[in-house]
């Protein structure tokens, strides 16, 4: 749960099981949900009250991958940035070029 500015108490946040998160209930946040990396007798338990933790973990190696393609950038550019990754992540199994056709049909540039 890396933040560059504190969350509001009313915010959910799910966490791993690393001891550093122990104090968000003591400071207020009453919706953090931690999830520990155990392994049962015979699975993985990484779904607790349905918070999945490896889904953010997908998200998170995809943006760094992507990322390292730019050798950095401009700390003004990064949420657009993440903004495109969060797009690309979520229709990754989508055609691109279908969708935006779809797109530009419905919503055509000239009337």
């Known amino acids: 749960m890396s933040r560059s500015r504190p969350s509001s108490p009313q ?20 919706k953090h949900h931690r999830i520990t990396k ?5 699975h993985p338990v990484l779904v607790e009250n349905g918070v999945h933790i490896n889904g953010i973990e997908s998200f998170w190696s995809y943006a760094k ?28 199994n989508t055609d691109l070029y279908r969708m935006l056709l779809k797109s530009c049909r419905l919503n055509p540039l000239r009337r």
């Open 11 to 30: 915010t959910a946040s799910a966490t791993d099981g690393f001891r550093s998160y122990d104090g968000l209930v003591e400071a207020g946040f009453a």
């Open 38 to 42: 155990a392994y049962r007798k015979h």
């Open 65 to 92: 991958r992507r990322h390292q393609k730019f050798n950095g950038m401009r700390k003004d550019s990064f949420p657009a940035f993440l903004k495109e990754t969060e797009f690309r992540f979520n229709t990754r």
